[in-house]
């Protein structure tokens, strides 16, 4: 049979959905290979028409994830059409060979094919999923609460945290998007229909992010271009912005504290220079926008569109600079930060062990939210990268590598942090804790801070807040794409056909609802929208995921899917974590999180109480979709109640690679 000719094949294809196989034997009657002589033969089918003619196919039986038939017509072939056959079906099975690979085609060769992109290399696949994973929280976030919970023991709940919460959670995703070959809405048409309000729920949540996120790398942009010069502007005080109390760092002895630090010329420089903060009084008085951070905004917007308008052939190239970038100047700032004075102490404050906040429920809760967080499963963005897999990519490995790198580089940064925070101690012969901070007081005024003291300040400054901007632009690409992903492929005849558009829309949309964050009082809308945005709400998503995949769609039945891709089963410790470890540890962090929850504060600024009230509207408005979603499906599904309720919880379609003929195999074989 000519592999090119269109209606043979179809024949061919129509006429394996009217076998039936017996499972007990083989075609002769005998029994049953095992699977190791199964995984390493052929079946050959040969069916025989009425008048004589007869057609033939083989398959392999070690084809994942199902079996492509292809054959030798001879002739009298037209006389069946897939269901006038009165002779009977003949497989006999033949070994692999050089003969027998003419007439198969090798799925090894060739991944099943249903016209969506694939990553150019798996290179580019690995450094988008470890730039959205490593951004700006392991730089200011991580050391701070390391330091703070323990030092070197924080790293056991830490590491329990990840192998038993963030890891499986984050394979989960992995596994999720390169089976299903989908984004995050129509995913779950596949798994569980009625919840497929999760999918929009969390494109509202990125959307929420890039209101506030991008705005932080704008504040990066600015200080860069503020660094092309000799003299760093915040390096002393007598500038235009600074106020009689500012204080330069060589002139203090023994008082460094966080009344002085805000006094510092950095601190004055991204307080009144950059943000003009001093101008607002608060969420109800945020004054106008700070156009100088408008245009960086934009900036970025537009960087991040020629990135992404292309799809993943653009983006994979890009994480070339924007995601090994910071490695490099991670690695410098490093071994410039240990060669300087008071480094060995401000490190040695980091790592050295204090078991007695082991025993305090709230670092356990830290180091759940930090690997959570950190690795990010829920944003939908995992689930998106992942779906441009190829099949049979180990996801598994993937899973292990990419979550290790981002446990490394927090980790290493905590040196890069405190080696510097040590300098600054030292500077004024002061304890490391009197500097030691987290959040964007760290990254726009500590650390700038201490770089305006090094000789070639400009330089360190330059590549300092580059490392910022690309840590922030990976995150930002994977938290859009997301969204992109999603769409188009719920709607592909619309959206999918357009991306160029819709990606300029997006980008549009997510640049006004940013601009608010460059007013003067940007500061508290981000904070505002840091806690309520995606916060609680992410959480009670990604749970009734975890819920939903688990014990609905079933972890035994996507267990077998991953063996499909992988050609092993997960282990047993996988499926645990699945169905009990990873929903409980998500359950234990919204809990500890309501329990601990506090009236809304910035600073010495306390929210009132109509903002908390939209605040919670604000986290509401995601994790609405679901029930309104569920309710949707109900009433447009036909039949009784209890029928509605059946159908619309049974996927609606299967994986897009597999045919009907591929299911009549697999249930031979």
């Known amino acids: 049979m000519d592999r090119q000719g269109g209606s043979q094949q179809a024949n061919t294809n129509r006429s394996v959905d009217n076998l039936a196989f017996d499972r007990s034997g083989d075609a002769n009657g005998g029994p049953t290979t095992d699977d190791e002589d199964r995984r390493n033969s052929e079946i050959r089918v040969t069916l025989q028409d009425a008048s004589g003619g007869t057609t033939t196919f083989t398959a392999r039986t070690n084809s994942l994830p199902g079996l492509n038939a292809t054959g030798n017509a001879k002739p009298n072939k037209e006389n069946y059409d897939g269901t006038q056959m009165d002779g009977e079906a003949k497989m ?10 003419g007439l198969v085609k090798d799925p090894d060769s060739k991944e099943p094919d249903d016209g969506r992109q694939t990553w150019g290399k798996k290179i580019d696949f690995l450094l988008s999923v470890i730039g959205f994973a490593v951004d700006l929280g392991n730089i200011w976030r991580f050391p701070y609460i390391c330091y703070k919970n323990g030092g070197g023991a924080f790293l056991i709940p830490y590491c329990i945290m990840a192998v ?34 999760i999918g929009y729920a969390l494109c509202v949540i990125d959307m929420y992010l890039a209101f506030y996120y991008n705005t932080v790398i704008a504040w990066a942009v600015y200080y860069l271009f503020s660094s092309f010069t000799t003299n760093l502007p915040w390096t002393s005080c007598g500038n235009e912005w600074n106020t009689p109390n500012c204080t330069e760092i060589n002139s203090i002895n023994n008082t460094l504290g966080n009344e002085t630090l805000g006094n510092l010329p950095a601190a004055e420089f991204f307080e009144r220079k950059v943000l003009q903060a001093h101008l607002a009084h608060g969420i109800d008085d945020v004054g106008q926008i700070r156009w100088q951070l408008a245009v960086c905004l934009m900036a970025v917007f537009v960087v991040v569109y020629f990135s992404l308008w292309k799809g993943i052939k653009g983006s994979g190239k890009v994480v070339w600079v924007t995601a090994t970038a910071p490695y490099v100047i991670l690695s410098i700032l490093l071994i410039r930060g240990a060669t300087l004075p008071g480094s060995t102490e401000g490190i040695l404050y980091y790592i050295t062990p204090r078991w007695e906040p082991l025993l305090d429920t709230g670092v356990w809760i830290d180091a759940a939210v930090q690997i959570f967080f950190s690795l990010g499963p829920g944003f939908g963005v995992i689930l998106a990268l992942s779906s441009y897999n190829k099949f049979h ?15 490394l580089t927090s980790f290493m940064s905590g040196f890069v942090i405190f080696s510097v925070l040590g300098f600054m101690a030292y500077k004024q012969n002061a304890d490391v804790s009197s500097v030691a901070t987290d959040g964007p007081g760290l990254v726009f005024v500590v650390y700038p801070e201490a770089i305006a003291q090094m000789p070639g300040a400009t330089f360190w400054a330059i590549i300092f807040f580059f490392m910022v901007i690309t840590l922030g632009l990976d995150s930002t690409f994977g938290g859009l794409e997301a969204i992109i992903t999603a769409f188009c492929d719920e709607f592909p005849k619309t959206i999918g056909k357009n991306r160029e558009i819709f990606v300029g829309v997006l980008i549009c949309l997510c640049y006004l609802g940013a601009l608010s964050t460059t007013t003067y009082g940007g500061q508290f809308i981000i ?7 995606s916060g ?34 997960p282990g047993i410790f996988w499926r645990i974590c699945w169905r009990f470890i990873s929903p409980t540890f998500i359950l234990f962090i919204i809990i500890m999180t309501i329990i601990t929850w506090k009236p809304l504060e910035f600073q010495n600024y306390k929210y009132p109480t109509w903002s908390i009230g939209i605040g919670w509207m604000v986290a509401l408005s995601s994790i609405i979709l679901i029930p309104v979603y569920g309710v949707y499906r109900i009433i447009i599904t036909p039949g009784t109640l209890k029928e509605r309720f059946v159908i619309a919880m ?9 045919g009907r003929e591929q299911y009549a195999m697999n249930s031979y074989l």
């Open 92 to 101: 006999t099975k033949v070994p692999i060979t050089e003969s027998t690979l």
């Open 164 to 197: 038993f919460g963030g890891v499986p959670l984050f394979f989960l995703e992995l596994s999720l998007g390169q089976y299903h070959r989908s984004g995050a809405i129509s995913l779950w048409s596949k798994i569980c229909p009625i919840f497929k309000g």
């Open 393 to 407: 990519n180990n996801c598994y490995r993937d899973a292990i590598v990419t979550s290790g790198i981002n446990c």
């Open 527 to 533: 904070h505002f929208l840091t806690e309520m945005g």
């Open 536 to 569: 609680v709400s992410l959480l009670v998503i990604v749970f009734l995921e975890a819920v939903v995949i688990s014990w609905i769609y079933g972890a035994d039945r996507f267990s077998e899917e991953v063996k499909l891709m992988l050609g092993v089963k």
């Open 650 to 658: 049974r996927p609606e379609t299967d994986a897009p690679w597999r």
